[in-house]
């Protein structure tokens, strides 16, 4: 079945005590991305990848770092989590053939920093 | 920057109404345009796209025209069910320089009632 995995799906944790949260696609998608999501300001793109080794800045990538070292796995770091992360977090996958960037989302993780 | 705006929810509607939910976009150029939704506990989905002006996406029932001239690009169903109950984003993403960043509205939320 084609689908976006992202691991764990809850996770409650403590300031500064550092995290990752797994992402992976079994479509060979080029282009995969972090979004979070808050009441009120929708979702707001925070890293994105055309493909291996290219990342890029979305619109709130202060606190979180990525990497795209094999084409299927996307993770998102928090080196030092704060409360100001609590969010719901997906991860998305889109292929680049068209341009037109459609993307398949993750069932999304839901993050609480104390 | 690129922008999206979309009304504000929630909206509240019965069985076999007629849903207009409004988007404007601010975007330099030819961006693709999107709406998702997210049922409840769940991931988004793509409902519709449109990847360049007068485009219609239509899916399940629901529509959107992409128009240059008035930068919008309105979700409209003629007869809604309680199933579509959810939450819409509308969405657009432009390639600069070859790269895409993705840009949201804060979401409506739709509640349709038997």
């Known amino acids: 079945e084609a689908q976006v995995t992202q691991n764990p799906r809850y996770l409650i944790t403590v300031t500064g005590k550092k995290l990752t949260v797994t992402c992976s696609q079994n479509m060979n998608h080029e282009y995969m991305s972090w979004y979070r999501q808050d009441p009120g300001l929708g979702l707001r793109q925070i890293y994105y990848?055309?493909?291996?080794?290219?990342?890029d800045k979305g619109d709130v990538p202060e606190g979180y770092k990525v990497s795209r070292k094999e084409k299927r796995n996307f993770p998102l770091i928090l080196e030092s989590p704060s409360p100001n992360q609590t969010s719901l977090y997906f991860c998305?996958?889109?292929?680049?053939?068209?341009?037109?960037?459609?993307?398949?989302f993750g069932p999304g993780t839901r993050l609480t920093v104390t | 920057g690129n922008s999206v705006t979309q009304m504000e929810g929630p909206v509240t509607l019965s069985e076999e109404a007629f849903l207009t939910i409004n988007c404007t976009y601010t975007?330099?150029?030819?961006?693709?345009l999107f709406w998702y939704v997210q049922y409840p506990g769940e991931g988004l989905q793509l409902l519709l796209k449109?990847?360049?002006?007068?485009d219609k996406g239509s899916n399940k029932g629901f529509e959107a025209t992409y128009r240059k001239e008035t930068t919008s690009f309105h979700l409209e169903k003629g007869s809604v069910q309680v199933s579509d109950s959810a939450v819409y984003f509308c969405a657009l993403t432009k390639g600069t320089s070859g790269t895409y960043k993705y840009i949201f509205g804060t979401g409506t939320r739709l509640k349709v009632l038997a």
């Open positions: 990848s055309m493909n291996v080794e290219v990342t």
């Open positions: 449109a990847t360049k002006a007068d």
């Open positions: 975007a330099t150029g030819y961006p693709s």
């Open positions: 998305a996958s889109s292929p680049t053939s068209g341009n037109s960037l459609e993307q398949y």
